[in-house]
């Protein structure tokens, strides 16, 4: 069993290591594709390929065992990724660098740790992602609410940051794919809450912590300690099913007529996400 584990360790972290030597080499051969893997939806196969699918291919084969391969592989891939891709840009790898910084502000086996321990936080931002894809969409057609070109929000470009290498890279790469799908998400989930329960909260404090998210609440949400027949004023008021169109609390770049944009009314929005 200990010879299979590490054969499984072995073979995935050849994949990984040889999924990201073909992203490298990507652009030269065309830019077309390398610029399709920076946004969703091809984005959406990179980072499954490179997150999930390691200890999942791991599980499949070994059960517990060759799921825990599967994360060793991830984190074997980063590090030996890392200094070759620092030793093939030596002018970034002795330039300012982040993670210098950082070593030196909070001391270098806090700032690993911690930002090792942000990897835990992956699988969460892909099942959201996930649910991107899968639940919101069917809204759009059931009740009207906005399509979103996820594209415009999941994808990276830091890459092309000048000095970015190694540590520096990796994460930068990390940050940039989740604060796409972190905001595309807080977007949905915003149309969700001001069509199915506009009403502020009884907390001034929790409106305040949630008004930078969700801006309806201070834009058309009925008062904590109004009645029903507010609520439900509302929502009549910023959905208006006669002239088809849904206002979205008079946020511009919500409003939207049949999912085409109002100032183009030729073009269509987007396709969903």
């Known amino acids: 069993m200990f010879t299979e584990l590490l054969a499984l360790l072995g073979v995935l ?47 499949i084969v070994h059960g517990w065992r060759g799921l825990l391969a599967g994360i060793a592989a991830q984190v074997a891939a980063v590090l030996i990724w890392t200094p070759l891709h620092e030793l093939a840009h030596p002018a970034g790898r002795k330039g300012p660098r982040i993670v210098h910084t950082l070593n030196r502000l909070v001391g270098r086996w806090r700032n690993h740790t911690a930002v090792w321990l942000t990897a835990l936080a992956v699988p969460v931002f892909w099942i959201i992602r996930v649910a991107e894809w899968v639940v919101y969409p069917p809204l759009t057609v ?6 979103y070109n996820s594209g415009e929000w999941v994808n990276v470009s830091r890459q092309k940051f000048e000095g970015l290498v190694g540590h520096d890279l990796i994460w930068c790469l990390y940050c940039d794919w989740m604060t796409g ?17 506009p009403i ?36 009549d008021r910023h959905y208006r099913r006669e002239d088809r169109v849904l206002p979205w609390f008079g946020h511009p770049a919500r409003l939207t007529i049949e999912g085409r944009e109002p100032s183009e009314p030729g073009k269509p929005e987007g396709s969903a996400s």
Do not use: Q
Request: proline content about 7%; some cysteine.
């Open 13 to 59: 972290v050849g994949a990984l290591l040889a999924g990201a030597g073909l992203l490298h080499l990507l652009p030269r051969v065309s830019k077309a594709a390398a610029g399709a893997c920076c946004r969703a939806p091809g984005l959406d196969l990179v980072v499954t390929y490179f997150t999930i699918a390691p200890p999942v291919v791991g599980a």
């Open 181 to 197: 799908v972190w905001s595309l998400g807080s977007e949905m989930l915003r149309n969700v809450e001001s069509f199915w329960c």
């Open 142 to 147: 059931l009740v009207r609410f906005p399509k």
């Open 200 to 235: 502020r909260f009884r907390s001034d404090k929790k409106c305040d912590n949630c008004r930078i998210d969700f801006p309806d609440l201070e834009n058309g949400w009925a008062p904590a300690l109004g009645t029903m027949g507010d609520v439900t004023a509302a929502l």
